[in-house]
């Protein structure tokens, strides 16, 4: 079956940096756009970052911009999230996510067809 394990997160403070991982297993790596979402207490589910299946387009929420950078390595099933300048607002559950149908710029999660488990990242001031 499908898998999508998160791992990376942890306790940072405001101005560091973390990189999360996101290993998956039981798909078709290259066929699938990979996104990473996040989901702070009492707040919906928002978009972060996503990454298109080959062609190297990828689309970021505006609060991320030039701080956060989505990869892939296709060799090893794993898309990151490079995480630079955390800010406390940063603060959340980050879960990975897969679509087949979607692209780069499906922000909705009811677009993505697999879910991580999420990774909690907390960002002190």
């Known amino acids: 079956q499908v898998q999508l394990v998160e791992s990376g997160g942890g306790l940072v403070q405001a101005g560091g940096s973390l990189r999360l991982s996101c290993a998956a297993s039981?798909?078709?790596?290259?066929?699938?756009?990979m996104a990473w979402f996040r989901q702070a207490p009492g707040k919906e589910r928002e978009f972060v970052a996503a990454k298109n299946r080959v062609v190297a387009t990828t689309n970021y929420a505006e609060s991320v911009k030039g701080r956060f950078t989505i990869s892939r390595d296709y060799a090893k099933n794993t898309v990151y999230l490079q995480m630079n300048s955390l800010k406390p607002e940063d603060t959340a559950v980050y879960y990975c996510?897969?679509?087949?149908?979607?692209?780069?710029?499906?922000?909705?999660?009811?677009?993505?067809?697999?879910w991580g488990q999420g990774t909690q990242v907390t960002v002190s001031s």
């Open positions: 996510a897969a679509t087949r149908r979607g692209n780069a710029y499906s922000t909705r999660p009811s677009e993505y067809d697999y």
């Open positions: 039981g798909l078709t790596f290259n066929t699938y756009a």
